[in-house]
């Protein structure tokens, strides 16, 4: 018997795995390939239209109008839908919720945001094509690409009847950029979701094609406020007047550096700080004036910051280091630090790590390779933060692309569908189990 090449029997060897590998997936999932595929023109003409729609967090018409687009489109695949609007004085638009019901399977939340960083006066408005590759699209990466993966995996999960019996939630907030307070207001719909759901997937945009968020840190805010006694600069120092408002900012933060800062995933930042004998400061625009003498002890300071963190007791253990240095204060000054919540940590629990697990395999079965967890160090806050004490979760499932919340955002059209395949059978598996 004549002896075959090497070469040739290494690609039968190949050609045979790779048959073998294919079949790892249903018939009922590859029909719902199929599916993504004939409707991915379709998707991306989509994106285009509500990317072209502004819609910045305060812009609250905007933010109304591409969740109308949205809820027509779920309207047309038969999934019950609702607009929550929030209380005037908040300044928020609202969210849109979908949802079809049923007990088969996991429970899902899918978690997205209708509401970009780019107001009404930003000067990038509009969906641009770069080349068949990509395009330049303001909320096209962060969010709205991830926004459309959702509704295309669903879409083709109802054209294949994949969805009789299960129940997934469908969660647009229209603050994610700029949550609305107070949050027990703004963030109670996705809560009480969740609490009625078993895993919840957020589309964030993705941090790479072979990556998703297993972790978030939380976000907190910091104001620092000093008083010192005003006095001619002569006197600093001395007894009688001591060290002056900026003295005692400048040792309190020199404190926060040297013995607050190292802990991994901790971080904190004073983003602004006034000082001087009198000052203004606007919470709203972030803006504020000090007025001062070089010759005139300061009398008031005051500076603002963030603090991010992995879990309740890591933020925990920072606030209380933070006011304990704020109360040691130098001569003839005090200092009161407070806080405020925004986001909550999302720890990596390992029923977010075994969610990745099946996520991993799904990319694997289809060939798009492995999936692994990204460094929340890396990654900011997001919604999904608020629901990860309630259920397992996994984020950053969402477009691939560059320079999110800069006049640069650009979304690789090429990911979409490989992404929407990927969500796709993820979903069906999930539903299924």
Not at 55 to 69: C, D, F, I, R, Y
Request: with cysteine.
């Amino acid at each position: 018997m004549k002896k075959l090449p090497f070469l040739y029997c290494l690609i039968a060897c190949l050609f045979s795995f790779h048959t073998l590998y294919a079949q790892k997936l249903s018939k009922a999932e590859k029909k719902l390939l199929k599916s993504i595929e004939k409707n991915n023109t379709e998707a991306i003409s989509f994106l285009e239209k509500v990317v072209n729609i502004n819609s910045g967090t305060l812009n609250a018409k905007g933010v109304q109008e591409v969740g109308a687009v949205f809820r027509d489109a779920y309207d047309a695949i038969s999934f019950e839908t609702s607009w929550i609007a929030m209380p005037p004085e908040m300044n928020r638009a609202g969210h849109l919720f979908a949802e079809t019901k049923g007990n088969k399977g996991k429970k899902l939340l899918l978690i997205g945001h209708l509401d970009t960083v780019f107001e009404e006066d930003s000067p990038f408005q509009q969906f641009k094509k770069v080349n068949d590759s990509i395009a330049h699209a303001p909320g096209g990466n962060d969010m709205k690409g991830g926004n459309v993966i959702m509704l295309y995996a669903l879409k083709a999960l109802r054209e294949n009847g994949m969805l009789t019996d299960a129940q997934i939630v469908v969660a647009y907030t229209g603050d994610e950029e700029s949550t609305g307070k107070p949050l027990s207001i703004s963030r109670k719909e996705l809560i009480d979701a969740a609490k009625r759901s078993d895993i919840a997937l957020g589309f964030e945009n993705s941090t790479g094609f072979n990556y998703a968020t297993v972790a978030r840190r939380g976000a907190s805010g910091w104001e620092l406020k000093v008083k010192g006694k005003r006095a001619h600069s002569s006197g600093v120092f001395r007894e009688h007047t001591g060290a002056g408002a900026i003295f005692e900012m400048s040792r309190i933060l020199n404190a926060f550096y040297e013995q607050v800062r190292g802990e991994e995933y901790l971080t904190f930042n004073p983003g602004i700080a006034l000082g001087g004998t009198f000052l203004e400061y606007d919470p709203k625009s972030g803006k504020g004036n000090a007025f001062g003498k070089s010759n005139v002890v300061a009398q008031t300071a005051v500076v603002k910051g963030g603090l991010r963190f992995i879990s309740e007791e890591q933020k925990e253990n920072a606030r209380n280091k933070m006011r304990e240095i704020a109360t040691a204060n130098l001569p003839h000054t005090t200092a009161e630090i407070s806080f405020t919540d925004s986001y909550p940590a999302m720890g990596p629990t390992e029923r977010n790590k075994a969610l990745l697990s099946q996520l991993n395999q799904v990319s694997l079965d289809l060939e798009q390779g492995e999936v692994l967890a990204y460094d929340p160090g890396k990654r900011g806050a997001a919604d999904t933060s608020f629901v990860a004490a309630y259920v397992a979760c996994l984020d950053g499932l969402g477009t691939m692309g560059t320079g999110a919340h800069t006049p640069q955002e650009t979304v690789n059209l090429n990911t979409i569908e490989a992404l929407t395949k990927r969500t796709a059978v993820f979903i069906y598996r999930l539903i299924n189990q």
